[in-house]
Structure formats: C-alpha cells, structure tokens
C-alpha cells in the first residue's frame, strides 16, 4: 500500500522559512517523479515544485522560484521543500505528489499539510 506522509507544515510570519518533509512508503522510491502541489482557499490545486528521478533534475513555479527548494533522498524515501522568504499569498495546503508514468500512469497524493504565512 502505498502512503505520501507530509509533515513540516505551520504557522510562520511573512519573510519565514519553512522546511516542509514528505515520506514515502510502499513504492519504488527512486523510480518516481516527485512533486509539491499547493492549495489555496477558493483557487485550484498548483504544482508548486517537481524533482525527477533519476538525476533530480528540478522545476518550480514561477511565483517561487529563488526562494523554494525541492530535494530528495532516495536513501531515506523522502522528499523535501525547503522555503524561504515566505509570502501571505504561499498560504495553501501543500500536497506531496508521486507520479511514474509507465504503461499507465501511477499517480499517488498525501494528504497535505497547511502552511500559513501571517502575522
């Protein structure tokens, strides 16, 4: 069975970091894309940061590039977003993502951890 646990998430003020920490089990850690969605009050699901497998090429939205990080650890089956610089607007729920796409695509969610950026 396959299970995404995020952790991490919080209440932090404007210009904060956070470290977010998502830990895989019951796949092939290493063969999976990894991602980091977000979700905000009243706006749809966004891909907020994605790293590949293998070579850990990285991606991230637009809106937080230069101050998110994504980075795994195959070793330990995690995956991880470090933020900095924290904005009102990153306010969102923050899902971790695994996706291999195969003959079909796997495609597997956690449950999501609530960062809010406020003072």
């Known amino acids: 069975q396959v299970q995404l646990v995020e952790s991490g998430g919080g209440l932090v003020q404007p210009g904060g970091s956070l470290r977010l920490s998502c830990a895989a089990s019951?796949?092939?850690?290493?063969?999976?894309?990894m991602n980091w969605y977000r979700q905000a009050p009243g706006k749809e699901r966004e891909l907020v940061a994605t790293?590949?497998?293998?070579?850990?090429?990285?991606d991230y939205a637009d809106s937080v590039k230069g101050r998110f990080t994504i980075s795994r650890d195959n070793a330990k089956n995690a995956v991880y977003l470090q933020m900095n610089s924290l904005k009102a607007g990153d306010t969102a729920v923050y899902y971790c993502?695994?996706?291999?796409?195969?003959?079909?695509?796997?495609?597997?969610w956690g449950k999501g951890t609530l960062v809010t950026v406020s003072s």
């Open positions: 790293i590949a497998s293998p070579g850990a090429t990285t």
């Open positions: 019951g796949v092939t850690f290493s063969a999976y894309q």
């Open positions: 993502n695994a996706r291999r796409a195969t003959w079909y695509l796997e495609d597997y």
